[in-house]
């Protein structure tokens, strides 16, 4: 079982890969009331509200992003002045996120197909194969070499 420091480490890696894998348009669909849905980036990335809490790294990271985002207008600006009354809130599509499953288990259902027309070919080849040594067998009494 790892430690404290080695448990902040792996959560730390997953939120940055899950910050990567993300696009601005991704990114969207996370936003709540100003700033990215907590409970869906840590239930996506494998760990509890409480690594926020706990790891100053994590928290540095998703301040960064948040601003990052904010520059280039995924994000509302922060403070809630009479500026955030003039913009409207993103829209966000709730069938994004099962689209995106439904193509990424389509794309492996696509490969699983391909993988097992091919073992299916090879199967259908030493077939053949054994029928005409079986052919052979019934023909002359001898095995061929």
């Known amino acids: 079982m790892a430690n404290g420091q080695q448990r ?17 348009v991704d990114f969207r669909e996370y936003v709540y009331r100003g700033q990215l849905k907590r409970s869906e980036i840590f239930a996506e990335c494998g760990f509890g509200r409480s690594a926020l ?9 998703l301040e960064e992003l948040e601003a990052a985002l ?3 207008g995924v ?27 439904e193509s990424q288990r389509l794309n492996s259902l696509e490969q699983e197909n391909a993988s ?5 070919g090879k199967a259908k080849s030493m077939l ?3 029928k005409l040594m079986a052919a052979f067998l019934d023909e002359t009494g001898r095995m061929p070499r």
Do not use: H, M, Y
Not at 53 to 61: G, H, L, S, Y
Not at 75 to 96: C, E, H, M, Y
């Open 8 to 24: 902040a480490g792996e959560n730390l890696t997953a939120f940055r890969a899950w910050a990567q894998s993300k696009s601005d």
């Open 53 to 61: 809490a706990q790891n100053p790294a994590i928290r540095a990271e």
């Open 70 to 72: 904010r520059k280039r």
């Open 75 to 101: 994000l509302p600006a922060a403070g809630g002045g009479s500026d955030a009354v003039d913009n409207k809130p993103a829209i966000r599509d709730g069938q994004a996120k099962q689209r995106r499953q």
């Open 116 to 120: 097992l027309r091919a073992e299916l």
């Open 128 to 130: 053949e194969r054994c």
